[in-house]
């Protein structure tokens, strides 16, 4: 039997990846916490997916660990060999890591230091995927030449990244927040673990990574806690960039089937911008109109002048590179099909 080591497996992208990989074969050892209850209250608990998860697959097995735990992660590792390493566990919030920079760091640097050196010793052989962001690239995004439209930024389509942001643009001279440093740390030393040691790695620099089964929160998972709120009825802040800020989303599981293909051909310390590209893009005001039509209910919101610091006012992703790699990787989730998703799947 094949075996995977997936880390955050109650997550977004780790429970898709749990669904995925023992769908398909696979022996997965999950590894997750559940401190997302922890960064944004109980109603943000990952537990109920954990529950799904091992009551759905015999060939899952779950471990409650931190993963800056070296020695308990150690354990595992010497018990079983992987051939596929995919690590999603992370402080996912740049508002939440600046009320604790010392353990947003060390979660997601020092944590993905722990994975990365136990690969090399144990399991040198195996592809190992982490989830960056596009936070990487700090607040750059915002001083192309955007032009302010009726209901969204954009980019002139002259401009060399209207079709999204690519892999050449700078991560340097710029405002990440606390949170895209840590990130950047991590992201850095998957390249370098793949460089230097020849690993297979690969760093995907997502940014809207949404689907149904997100349990989001106002400080992470945009598209998701829109669609919350608009369906239930609650308050939902619009902060600063008159809601004109714009994303393209990308739906998880999308993102676990470039997993795949990249597993299927690795290389070492390799880097992807991973998104939905310009298809898939949204500014927040287009996205109530949509959220609102689509659930047939009016969302209730306030707007505040100042946007969160590092905030990207325009980000839609590239993904030439990756399909270059990868031609037989396909988005199989529109927009407008993530929103009917989501609206049918709301849990109070």
């Not at 109603?43 to 060939?59: A, Q």
């Not at 089937?257 to 005001?285: A, D, L, Q, T």
Request: hydrophobic share 35%.
């Amino acid at each position: 039997m094949k075996h995977a080591l997936v880390t955050g497996s109650a997550g977004l992208v780790g429970g898709e990846a749990v669904d995925h990989l023992c769908s398909e074969g696979f022996s997965v050892v999950g590894i997750d916490n559940d401190f997302r209850s922890l960064f944004f209250g109980p109603s943000s608990s990952t537990s109920w997916n954990t529950k799904r998860l091992i009551n759905l697959y015999d060939t899952f097995e779950f471990n409650n660990i931190d993963i800056r735990d070296y020695k308990k992660i150690k354990e595992i590792f010497i018990k079983q060999s992987f051939e596929l390493i995919i690590h999603a566990a992370a402080q996912p919030s740049h508002d939440w890591a600046a009320k604790d920079p010392l353990l947003d760091f060390s979660i997601n640097a020092n944590g993905t230091l722990n994975l990365l050196e136990l690969t090399r010793i144990y399991c040198p052989e195996a592809t190992f995927i982490f989830t960056s962001t596009n936070k990487v690239y700090g607040d750059t995004p915002n001083f192309l030449n955007l032009i302010e439209q009726d209901s969204r930024f954009d980019l002139p389509e002259s401009h060399k990244f209207w079709q999204g942001i690519d892999e050449s643009m700078s991560i340097d001279n710029s405002t990440h927040s606390l949170f895209g440093v840590s990130k950047c740390s991590a992201d850095l030393l998957v390249q370098e673990y793949g460089r230097y040691f020849n690993l297979r790695t690969g760093v995907f620099r997502g940014g809207c990574l949404t689907g149904p089964m997100h349990s989001a929160a106002e400080l992470h998972g945009f598209l998701s806690y829109l669609v919350k709120s608009i369906v239930l009825g609650k308050n939902y802040k619009i902060l600063g960039y008159k809601g004109k800020q714009v994303r393209d989303n990308l739906h998880a599981n999308d993102l676990i089937s470039m997993f795949m293909e990249f597993h299927k051909n690795p290389k070492c310390g390799e880097v992807y911008n991973v998104g939905g590209g310009r298809k898939n893009s949204i500014s927040i005001i287009e996205a109530i109109k949509l959220i609102e039509l689509t659930s047939g209910r009016t969302a209730i919101t306030e707007y505040q002048e100042v946007n969160r610091t590092g905030d990207h006012k325009w980000y839609i992703t590239n993904l030439a590179k990756f399909r270059s790699h990868y031609p037989d990787w396909k988005s199989n989730h529109s927009l407008e099909q993530m929103i009917t998703d989501m609206v049918k799947s709301v849990r109070v």
